[in-house]
Every structure is written in C-alpha cells, then in structure tokens.
C-alpha cells in the first residue's frame, strides 16, 4: 500500500509539473524575442508585428478599477498597431490580447500557478507608473478580446474587445 501511494505522489507530481511545461512552451516558452520579423506564431488573432510597419499607435489606460480604457478597440484587418499600455494604478497589471477560449483558460491556468512568469509578443506586464507596449498585426477579422489575467483581475472583469474588420 505504502508503494502504491508514492506511485501516485509521483504520478501526480509528474502530471502537474508536466502540465506547467507544456504551458510554458505553448503559451510563453521558447518565443522568439519581440518584434523580429522571423519565426512568428501565427495565432488566431494574428502575429507579432514588424516596428516600421505600425501604422498608428493606440493609447490603453489600465488602473485598480479593474478596468481598460478604452474598453473596445477598433481594427482594420491586416493592420499593425502599436498598444501603448499605462498603468495608472498602484498594483501591477498586465495586457494580454487572445481569444475568449484561450483567455478563460490561460485566468483558469494563472489561478493554479500563482506567480507563474509568463511572456508572449501578445501580452506586456506593466508596472504601476508605468507604460508597456505590443506591436502586433491583426490579419484576421473577428471579435477578440483582451484581459489582465492576473488572478482576481479577470475575475472582475478586466477584459475588452478587439474588434478587426
Ligand atoms: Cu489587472
């Protein structure tokens, strides 16, 4: 019996930490640093943009409201667009663009790991009192959605729109 339970200690020790890597290289691992032109994940919202190519810089405030601002952003397909994202609260806040099956279960993943670094050219962690950027190019039209999924933040509905027509 006393063999069996550590075998499922392991198990279960293998299955977690197994799961946090394979977070870790589909989500934030191994991604190629910002704003290169080669090697680029296309995801479904698009992929990283290229610096000379933004066409217009798009302000975004975040605060401790839990709130973004503006709460909707407006795209044209195939457009590339620098956020510009400010922290005007007094904790740390965090932007990250995706669509809603993948924002609800990268908050659900968060909440498991607390802490748990994470970094993608679709995501900038921004100190209080501070700007961030992301340059990206959206070459799919749709509705996305962007969020801070820094656990309770989510929750209390840090999220808007992407809107790319
Ligand atoms: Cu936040």
């Not at 457009?79 to 995706?98: P, Q, W």
């Not at 993948?102 to 009192?129: C, F, I, S, W």
Request: hydrophobic share 40%; charged share 20%; with cysteine.
């Amino acid at each position: 019996m006393k063999y069996i339970g550590i075998m499922f200690i392991l198990t279960g020790w293998l299955l977690s930490s197994g799961a946090v890597q394979a977070h870790g290289s589909s989500h934030h691992g191994a991604v190629s640093p910002k704003h290169t032109s080669g090697n680029r994940e296309l995801k479904a919202f698009g992929q990283a943009g290229d610096p000379s190519k933004v066409s217009r810089d798009i302000q975004v405030f975040m605060d401790d409201k839990m709130r973004f601002v503006p709460g909707t952003i407006n795209i044209n397909k195939g457009e590339t667009v620098r956020l510009r994202i400010e922290n005007r609260g007094a904790v740390m806040h965090e932007l990250v663009i995706g669509t809603q099956d993948e924002l609800v279960a990268h908050a659900q993943m968060m909440r498991k790991t607390p802490g748990m670094k994470h970094d993608a050219p679709y995501m900038v962690h921004v100190n209080p009192g501070h700007t961030g950027e992301i340059i990206w190019q959206f070459t799919q039209s749709g509705s996305f959605q962007f969020a801070c999924l820094i656990p309770g933040h989510f929750e209390a509905g840090m999220v808007g729109t992407v809107v790319v027509k």
